[in-house]
């Protein structure tokens, strides 16, 4: 007598529509931090870490480093990186709540880069307590640019992205 395999579990994925979109593009823009994944070059481990975002004036999404930090070597010996945007709400359970995971890939754009004047004045402008030290030499940006997404827009409404839906 031959056995039937049991039934496999029905797919957590919505197909991904103009809503989901949105509602990416959205936490993409308003985001100010997110925690980043990268490899540590020494071990290969990864390390997560708290990072200041923002929309470049291309509403690229950029995040300002200092050339001293552990996140800024790691990214410099393997430009991807895991992304992870969205805050619990006031109230309720946190896992509710939006939230957007990103594969990325992270390019520096040094001072040289001509891109880096607009992009410091965009920075400056949402966030004006880096005036203290965004103009140190070892301070530059790295644009980190999509290349898939996961958004968990609440309960039972996953969606997988592609950079055309994030753009």
């Known amino acids: 007598m031959s ?74 010996a393997d430009p991807r990186a895991g992304l992870l945007l969205g805050e619990p709400g006031p109230k309720g359970d946190p896992l509710t709540h939006p939230r957007l995971s990103l594969q990325v890939e992270a390019h520096p754009i040094y001072r040289d880069n001509p891109r880096f004047v607009a992009m410091h004045a965009r920075w400056r402008s949402d966030h004006p307590k880096s005036t203290l030290y965004i103009d140190l030499p070892d301070f530059f940006f790295f644009e980190l640019r999509p290349l898939a997404g996961a958004l968990n827009g609440g309960f039972g409404r996953a969606y997988s992205l592609t950079p055309g839906d994030l753009a």
């Open 3 to 76: 056995q039937t395999p049991p039934p496999s579990p029905a797919n957590p994925i919505r197909p991904t529509d103009d809503e989901a979109r949105r509602l990416a593009r959205r936490l993409i823009a308003e985001a100010r931090f997110g925690a980043i994944g990268t490899l540590d070059p020494a071990t290969g481990h990864p390390a997560v870490t708290r990072i200041a975002l923002g929309p470049g004036p291309e509403s690229e999404i950029l995040t300002l480093v200092s050339g001293l930090s552990a996140h800024t070597n790691a990214l410099r």
